[in-house]
């Protein structure tokens, strides 16, 4: 079982609010991922991090940001919260290897009222 | 572009082998892999292959890769009514710097 952590699983919030998805992963892996995810839905990539004070841009454009402070981990904020950001967030880390093989955390699911 | 795609939906009777077919655009993938995603979870890695391999199976699984055609397979023998999940298929592209280009799934449902 992959040891990489989401909270709060589950979020239900006010328009406007500022909000920070947590998320760890005690396996020393060296990239994280943030995947956006609409119910049953495909997986857009929002932003990645190569190591410790790397960030990028993923595929899908995002109002949210993220810091990498830690190599352990890769929170996500979004400063003000709307109903357009509703959706499933999804962490993933994966080992610099030929396999690239990516561990995802439990998500979590994002209501913006 | 890059690009993925699976068909969305996929019913079979438990006990008979399930077959989910995905095809990718980009050649120069290197890996291929296949998650399985239950209610309310994430991703769960099931398998992956290496572009150079046509075939590997591991239990129950089998994967198929036609390179040429760009189309991988995912074969469950003897389905389970705990197969039932949204699968997805994805590739890794070196020139993309490990991200992963995802599919949009494939929801099996199993019958009695």
């Known amino acids: 079982e992959a040891d990489i952590y989401q909270t709060p699983r589950y979020l239900v919030i006010g328009t406007g609010k500022k909000i920070t998805l947590e998320c760890s992963q005690t396996m020393g892996h060296d990239k994280m991922y943030w995947y956006q995810q609409d119910p049953g839905m495909e997986l857009h990539l929002i932003h990645y991090s190569y190591g410790v004070n790397s960030t990028e841009k993923g595929d899908l454009s995002s109002e949210s940001t993220v810091s990498r402070i830690r190599t352990e981990h890769f929170p996500l904020t979004l400063e003000s919260a709307r109903p357009s950001h509703t959706s499933q967030y999804l962490c993933a880390s994966s080992k610099s290897g030929r396999a690239d093989e990516q561990f995802f955390g439990p998500g979590t699911r994002l209501t913006v009222l | 572009g890059e690009d993925v795609e699976q068909s969305l939906f996929l019913s079979v009777r438990e006990g008979d082998s399930s077959v989910i077919n995905c095809t990718y655009t980009?050649?120069?993938?290197?890996?291929l892999y296949w998650y399985k995603q239950e209610p309310g979870a994430g991703l769960q890695l099931l398998t992956y292959i290496f572009s150079n391999m046509d075939m590997k199976q591991d239990q129950r699984l089998t994967v198929l890769l036609n390179k040429k055609d760009k189309h991988l397979s995912l074969r469950i023998a003897d389905t389970q009514t705990g197969d039932s999940a949204i699968y997805f298929c994805a590739e890794s592209i070196e020139s993309s710097a490990s991200k992963i280009i995802f599919g949009s799934g494939t929801r099996l449902s199993i019958r009695p």
């Open positions: 980009d050649s120069s993938s290197t890996y």
